[in-house]
């Protein structure tokens, strides 16, 4: 690496060597980072792995993958014939007294199954991929700001590392954060939140279940009440099998429409439990883990993806869907359009350039994502928040299976592009009515 490709530019505190040079960070090891960081390794670019904690690591996801998700794992290489991960068929819609089974549709772009696996080892499993596949992986470095140039382009991040917090800085001409709903490094740059755009919240539990570990089917509940309102959920809770004698049973909700409060989640899931079938051992006995809450930011709210050297992948971003509350997926999407787009860069002269190629990378999250977010948006804004997911479970829909298709693919966006089938058709002329938001 040499200060021609824009590493120690000057200002900033940037000058003099750092303790490790690369052509790239990615800051975080989570699905969004260390899958950017296996598509970069495999492009032959320098990529450094940063990753404040250890692993294996708890966090608090519904552990659900669709097969959006599948997809990007085969992608990155990932074994998922391997002990561990735990196959589905499709999702059980649960409503009003009715259920519907959906299974996954049989497309030419992703497969027809689903995986769970638990986050404990998910991450572990990709951050060894990335450094299997040549990316250097720093763990326990927690990042604690970037470093800049006097043109106030970012040539590299500052750091602790180890358990005796030693202060490093690490350089390189480009950054990519990826870590997570806190985005303390877009944060720190000043890549401001949408205060419109919602944050919505999940909370998860494990619980013993061999009733329910093997289940072929993503149970999704859409009638649930918040305790304290009577009002319908924001959202909807979940039972997942997890396929080694636990379930992962959950929440997620938006904020309710008009009111200050968040929905009190722990409420909701002690006044849904009860009424989840006794065989199932869903009991506080039963119980495998505290419950454990997170944030969810979600509809592409902060903006802009890139700037100035910065990269922004997954939850910093706020690329969770808003139809449905999935990030996983987009993260390790969005981190593969990120990877290209920086080799590609790369491959120029550092200057206007190489800054031409590094804004094809939010331009081409606008093009696969920008309707199909708004109109999500515009659906949490309109619909989810106010009634939850009831009314578009009403009995006429669960009793038709065109538009359980339709409802289906859209909430889970996975599809064909072109469409091969009337299902497809109808859901890109949709989302083709939906004007284009300005960058």
Not at 64 to 79: E, F, K, W, Y
Not at 90 to 112: F, I, K, N, S, T
Request: with cysteine; proline share 7%; hydrophobic share 40%.
């Amino acid at each position: 690496m040499t200060k021609s490709d824009g590493i120690g530019g000057g200002g900033g505190g940037a000058e003099g060597a750092g303790d490790e040079d690369a052509q790239v960070i990615v800051v975080g090891a989570g699905p969004a980072g260390s899958a950017a960081a296996v598509h970069l390794a495999r492009a032959g670019v320098e990529v450094l792995l940063l990753e404040k904690s250890g692993f294996p690591r708890e966090k608090v996801c519904g552990d659900g993958l669709t097969p959006r998700a599948v997809h990007q794992l085969v992608r990155l290489g990932i074994d998922i014939d391997a002990p561990g991960w735990m196959r589905n068929k499709g999702m059980r819609w649960v409503c009003g007294g009715h259920q519907v089974e959906l299974d996954w549709p049989r497309l030419g772009a992703v497969p027809d199954f689903g995986l769970t696996r638990s986050r404990h080892d998910f991450d572990d499993l990709l951050a060894a991929r990335a450094s299997a596949t040549g990316a250097r992986l720093r763990t326990h470095v927690k990042v604690t700001g970037t470093l800049t140039d006097r043109a106030g382009h970012v040539v590299g991040v500052t750091a602790l590392r180890g358990p005796d917090a030693e202060p490093v800085r690490y350089l390189a001409p480009l950054v990519v954060a990826a870590d997570g709903a806190s985005a303390r490094t877009a944060v720190g740059l000043g890549f401001e939140r949408d205060a419109k755009r919602s944050v919505a919240a999940a909370a998860r539990r494990y619980y013993r279940s061999l009733a329910r570990t093997h289940d072929p089917y993503l149970e999704l509940w859409a009638d649930l009440r918040c305790p304290r309102t009577g009002a319908d959920l924001p959202g909807y809770g979940w039972v997942f099998p997890m396929g080694d004698g636990r379930v992962n049973v959950g929440l997620g909700a938006l904020p309710q429409q008009g009111r200050r409060r968040p929905v009190d989640l722990r409420a909701a899931l002690d006044h849904w439990l009860p009424r989840l079938p006794q065989e199932w051992g869903l009991h506080e006995e039963n119980a495998d883990s505290p419950l454990r809450s997170a944030p969810l930011p979600m509809g592409l709210n902060r903006r802009p993806q890139y700037r100035g050297g910065l990269l922004l992948v997954g939850d910093s971003a706020g690329m969770v869907s808003p139809w449905s509350g999935e990030g996983i997926a987009q993260a390790m999407e969005a981190a593969e359009v990120a990877a290209q787009t920086i080799a590609l860069a790369l491959a120029r002269p550092a200057g206007p350039r190489r800054e031409h190629a590094l804004h094809q990378y939010p331009a081409e999250i606008q093009r696969r994502w920008a309707r199909y977010y708004r109109l999500g948006n515009l659906a949490g804004d309109l619909l989810f928040s106010r009634f939850g997911y009831r009314p578009i479970l009403h009995p006429r829909v669960m009793a038709s299976p065109h538009l359980l298709r339709v409802l289906a693919r859209l909430l889970t966006h996975v599809s064909d592009e072109p469409a091969q089938d009337t299902t497809d058709a109808v859901l890109h002329a949709l989302l083709r009515l939906v004007p284009v938001p300005r960058r």
